[in-house]
């Protein structure tokens, strides 16, 4: 749920992801079960191919996802992951990952992550939720 600001729980939850904002990953919007991502894809994140490596985009669409699925609280991890590659990424392209709740019920949750650049998708992703009890 949001506060009056706007601030979700997925806010306070990036507000203290050091993996992502290592990255450079951008909180572009978080509310109601759905979210936005964005990262610029850098040399360091190259295979050697010289294409961005999978685990980046990985990365990027797992954090929309968790984003997206946190939004509620209370806190949720991922029970699973999956990710198809469409098209390469290369250095300096600007990545937005777009989460959408696709169903919710009890603990369990199934969310998609379209990973564009631009106008093209470059890969998808599918994730599973599960709600955890804070002890």
Request: hydrophobic letters at 45%; charged letters at 25%.
């Amino acid at each position: 749920m949001a506060d009056d600001g706007g601030r979700t729980a997925a806010h306070d939850m990036f507000d203290a992801d050091v993996a992502s904002k290592g990255l450079g990953i951008e909180l572009v919007s978080a509310g109601d079960g759905a979210a936005v991502a964005r990262m610029r894809v850098t040399p360091a994140m190259l295979n050697g191919h010289a294409i961005g490596h999978g685990g980046f985009v990985f990365l990027l669409a797992d954090t929309a996802f968790a984003l997206a699925c946190n939004s509620h609280g209370p806190a949720t991890v991922a029970a699973g992951g999956e990710i198809s590659f469409l098209r390469p990424v290369r250095e300096g392209d600007v990545l937005e990952a777009y989460a959408t709740e696709r169903v919710r019920q009890g603990r369990s949750g199934i969310y998609d992550v379209t990973v564009r650049r631009g106008d093209e998708v470059v890969a998808e992703f599918r994730g599973r939720s599960r709600t955890i009890a804070r002890g």
